[in-house]
């Protein structure tokens, strides 16, 4: 995995370099933008919803990236009645690929801080403070974008790449959960 998402940036960064010697080379503010995405998942005794404002810039006309930040709530209930509580905050960054105006494929890191509350069917509860990492991996449709805008409306399908314990992607059995996003881009300086 670390190998291809070496490879894949190592990619981006020769063509970035590529496309900006075509055209003219430096910081273009129009190319910054900002935005944001709700997420919703919902599957057999659990609930995953959150929020997740971006800002970014369009390195080339197929290629965009941006930092965001997550907010994240996961509620869970097993077969014996025990619940998991836990909210997710953290920093996170990502790259999407255009190959067509209309279609995307995202690649997300995230690192979340969790919030954990365990509610046992009996009278115990107990809480516990984590973090874990997240790499979502996914492809989505955004409408109107058009060359020298990046102004538009998107919804993406992704999963977590990485599965590890304690992500708020994957359910209390291992599961991958799938993380539906429906989100905006707004151009700042066009």
């Given at each position: 995995?670390?190998?291809?998402?070496?490879?894949?940036?190592l990619y981006c960064f020769v063509?970035?370099?590529?496309?900006?010697?075509?055209?003219?080379?430096?910081?273009?503010?129009?190319?910054?933008?900002?935005?944001g995405n709700v997420t919703a998942?919902?599957?057999?005794?659990?609930?995953?919803?959150?929020?997740?404002?971006?800002?970014?810039?369009?390195?080339?006309?197929?290629?965009?990236?941006?930092?965001?930040?997550?907010?994240?709530?996961?509620?869970?209930?097993?077969?014996?009645?025990?619940?998991?509580?836990?909210?997710?905050?953290?920093?996170?960054?990502?790259?999407?690929?255009?190959?067509?105006?209309?279609?995307?494929?995202?690649?997300?890191?995230?690192?979340n801080f969790q919030n954990i509350?365990?509610?046992?069917?009996?009278?115990?509860?107990?809480?516990?403070?984590?973090?874990?990492?997240?790499?979502?991996?996914?492809?989505?449709?955004?409408?109107?974008?058009?060359?020298?805008?990046?102004?538009?409306?998107?919804?993406?399908?992704?999963?977590?790449?990485?599965?590890?314990?304690?992500?708020?992607?994957?359910?209390?059995?291992?599961?991958?959960?799938?993380?539906?996003?429906?989100?905006?881009?707004?151009?700042?300086?066009?």
């Amino acid at each position: 995995m670390r190998k291809f998402f070496l490879v894949l940036s190592l990619y981006c960064f020769v063509n970035t370099l590529k496309a900006q010697d075509e055209n003219s080379v430096g910081f273009k503010k129009s190319n910054l933008f900002t935005g944001g995405n709700v997420t919703a998942s919902f599957y057999t005794g659990g609930t995953v919803l959150g929020v997740s404002p971006h800002l970014g810039y369009s390195i080339t006309p197929w290629l965009d990236a941006a930092v965001s930040l997550n907010f994240i709530y996961t509620g869970q209930t097993d077969i014996y009645n025990n619940k998991l509580r836990q909210t997710n905050l953290g920093p996170g960054a990502f790259v999407r690929l255009f190959p067509i105006n209309f279609l995307f494929t995202q690649f997300q890191y995230e690192h979340n801080f969790q919030n954990i509350k365990v509610i046992q069917s009996g009278a115990s509860s107990y809480k516990l403070k984590d973090d874990v990492n997240s790499f979502l991996v996914g492809a989505g449709y955004s409408s109107s974008r058009q060359k020298g805008s990046n102004s538009y409306y998107y919804l993406s399908v992704m999963f977590d790449a990485l599965q590890l314990p304690g992500s708020p992607y994957v359910d209390s059995y291992g599961r991958l959960i799938p993380v539906i996003r429906a989100g905006f881009n707004i151009s700042l300086f066009r």
